[in-house]
């Protein structure tokens, strides 16, 4: 409904924080040589997933903060 509310001659282009693509061959032969060092998989991008090495990497969730507003659980009561 509120659709194309500006003047015809605006346009929004793209935000791009990096002027050009980087090299990455640096940043890639820096990990093969970790890896080499200690142990295949030790160091590894983000990008490639959890699924792939042995077990499945779960985050930590025994000091998780009371959800208060989607848990009724979690509701603080007062008694008087």
């Known amino acids: 409904m509120l659709m194309e509310l ?8 793209e935000l791009t ?3 050009e693509p980087h090299d990455r061959g640096e940043m890639m032969g820096t ?3 970790l ?3 200690y142990g ?3 160091v590894r991008l983000d990008s490639a997933g959890t ?3 042995e077990g499945v990497w779960t985050m930590r969730q025994d000091l998780l903060t009371p959800q ?5 659980e979690d509701m603080p009561v007062a008694r008087a």
Do not use: A, K
């Open 6 to 13: 500006q003047d015809g001659t605006i346009e929004q282009g």
């Open 17 to 19: 924080l990096e002027d």
């Open 31 to 33: 990990l093969d040589r």
């Open 35 to 37: 890896n080499d060092r």
């Open 40 to 42: 295949r998989g030790t």
């Open 51 to 53: 699924q792939s090495h």
């Open 68 to 72: 208060y507003t989607t848990c009724w």
